[in-house]
């Protein structure tokens, strides 16, 4: 172990493929297993990656060998290591013949894993990890030492620990990596039980592999890195057995920001990394979880909003630049005017009247208290449609009611209010719209109206293809006078979308304009 500071740099250890594989439900094919070891080697440059167990499958077999064939032409197959076992050289045995460089053993970094588990003496198990660290060294191998439940024994029975080091200190391990395997540990542990290891054995080169059952995994690794640990262990979105590892993109930034040593990871391929992982494995990230969370760049409030505007204020080192994404400003009921102008400006439109931005606001808030999320993508739906609604409103499609079946015809029920007097009917049509219509119809006839005829229907939603995105219809009508009337009327349900570009129509022809 080293003291603090002393190297730069930590190397990092991304075990996706053998930690993370051990998520409920996530199994890679080995082409899988090969793109993610490409991006984890060549685009976000960890140190090192674990790519799989020894004696697994034979799928596993296949896997680990098409990795180490492809890294022998483009990258290090010394930076591929592979997990194996105290098992008569059963482990080594595999790993040579799949070509494999580097052998991580397990063994027991407790006293209570080594006689309960094992049922065996710590002598007898001692022996038989320098056997199996003779064999490997022997057919060639690299060997790491991983210390299973080392959380447990340097607090429950440091004793334990003591011999085992002192027992195999002599031979050609390069890494002892000292494993939190229940996450466990909360930070001032961490710098504890890691100064008992300095102080007990200071030229010992370690690495330290946390699980994250307590929240605690970046937090003990940033408690790691400060005691001068070598190494951090690590996986892509967190994966791993019950609450996960340690995530990469947060050792990342929790390294690099908060202690005065840094890793080699490229922090603009951490998003790409992700997106990887979730598509293969099929375990989606939290909204919130940091650097790759969908929502972590997202402001709501317009407070700040305006901070920012005005000065960055609601700003940290955390900028959505470093990770090759965009500061976005969502907008609904919470949102003020500033949260209108840095949409605006983030979506590259110029800037609105007071008097517009005012409307638009009150719009957005509108379809806030409706749980309508509005983006930037939004805004000029939105802007548009104000800009075509009508100054006087004497006619409201109060209410309406529409039922589709998908044997038998839709049926609208419309409530239309004309300078306060509500008349309500109800009629069938060939689709929703057409009930809704045949339905307003009856509703006009009843104040002497007549609907104009339906010459164009339009409906856009912006890009992205969401479920929920606000819907844009646009409607031309067949004026009285001869010429064309055109409204518009955006909302997240297309029908109600449709409804309001009616009304629309219905006011203009009151007011005896043509234009929308």
Excluded at 45 to 62: F, H, L, M, P, T
Excluded at 64 to 87: A, M, N, Q, T, Y
Aim: proline letters at 3%; aromatic letters at 6%; hydrophobic letters at 40%.
């Amino acid at each position: 172990m080293k003291h603090p500071n002393t190297d730069l740099y930590v190397e990092v250890l991304d075990t996706t493929l053998r930690d993370g594989e051990q998520t409920p439900g996530v199994s890679f094919t080995p082409d899988e297993k090969l793109d993610i070891v490409r991006m984890l080697l060549r685009r976000l440059k960890v140190d090192r990656a674990e790519i799989g167990s020894a004696r697994v499958s034979e799928g596993e077999r296949e896997g680990v060998r098409k990795i180490l064939d492809w890294s022998e032409v483009h990258d290090d197959p010394g930076k591929l290591e592979i997990l194996g076992f105290v098992d008569g050289g059963r482990s080594v045995e595999w790993i040579r013949n799949v070509g494999g460089k580097v052998l991580n053993l397990l063994c027991k970094g407790s006293r209570a894993h080594c006689e309960i588990q094992l049922k065996k003496t710590p002598e007898r198990h001692f022996a038989d990890i320098r056997r199996e660290v003779e064999r490997a060294v022997a057919a060639g191998l690299r060997v790491n030492l991983y210390l299973e439940d080392w959380s447990g024994g340097v607090f429950d029975s440091f004793d334990y620990v003591l011999s085992q080091i002192s027992a195999l200190r002599d031979l050609p391990v390069e890494r002892f990596m000292l494993c939190d395997t229940l996450g466990r540990l909360h930070p001032d542990e961490v710098t504890r039980g890691i100064s008992l290891m300095t102080a007990a054995f200071p030229a010992l080169r370690c690495d330290f592999h946390g699980h994250n059952d307590y929240n605690m995994a970046a937090a003990n690794a940033l408690a790691a890195v400060k005691c001068g640990i070598g190494g951090l262990h690590c996986t892509v979105n967190g994966l791993g057995e019950r609450a996960g590892n340690l995530d990469l993109a947060q050792l990342t930034v929790a390294v690099n920001d908060l202690s005065s040593r840094k890793v080699r990871v490229v922090e603009k391929e951490l998003q790409h990394g992700a997106n990887l992982v979730q598509t293969l494995s099929g375990k989606r990230c939290a909204w919130n979880a940091p650097v790759i969370g969908s929502d972590v760049f997202t402001q709501t409030c317009g407070v700040h909003a305006d901070g920012d505007r005005k000065g960055d204020l609601y700003c940290n080192r955390l900028l959505p630049e470093r990770f090759v994404r965009q500061r976005d400003y969502a907008l609904g009921k919470l949102a003020g005017k500033a949260s209108i102008d840095r949409s605006l400006e983030v979506i590259g439109e110029g800037v609105i009247s007071p008097e517009l931005r005012e409307k638009v606001l009150n719009e957005v808030i509108r379809l806030g208290d409706r749980k309508k999320a509005v983006t930037g993508a939004d805004l000029p739906f939105i802007i548009s449609n104000i800009m075509r609604t009508p100054d006087a409103i004497r006619m409201r499609i109060a209410d309406f009611e529409s039922i589709s079946h998908r044997h038998g015809l839709p049926r609208s029920r419309v409530t239309l209010e004309f300078d306060g007097v509500r008349v309500e009917a109800a009629a069938s049509g060939d689709g929703g719209y057409d009930a809704l219509i045949k339905a307003l119809r009856k509703c006009l006839r009843q104040f002497g109206m007549t609907m104009p005829k339906l010459l164009d229907y339009q409906v856009r939603i912006p890009p992205g293809g969401r479920t929920d995105a606000l819907v844009e219809t646009t409607i031309t009508w067949h004026g009285p006078d001869g010429r064309s009337i055109v409204t518009a009327g955006v909302d997240s349900d297309q029908l109600v979308a449709a409804a309001i570009a009616t009304e629309k129509m219905l006011n203009l022809m009151l007011m005896g304009r043509n234009d929308g």
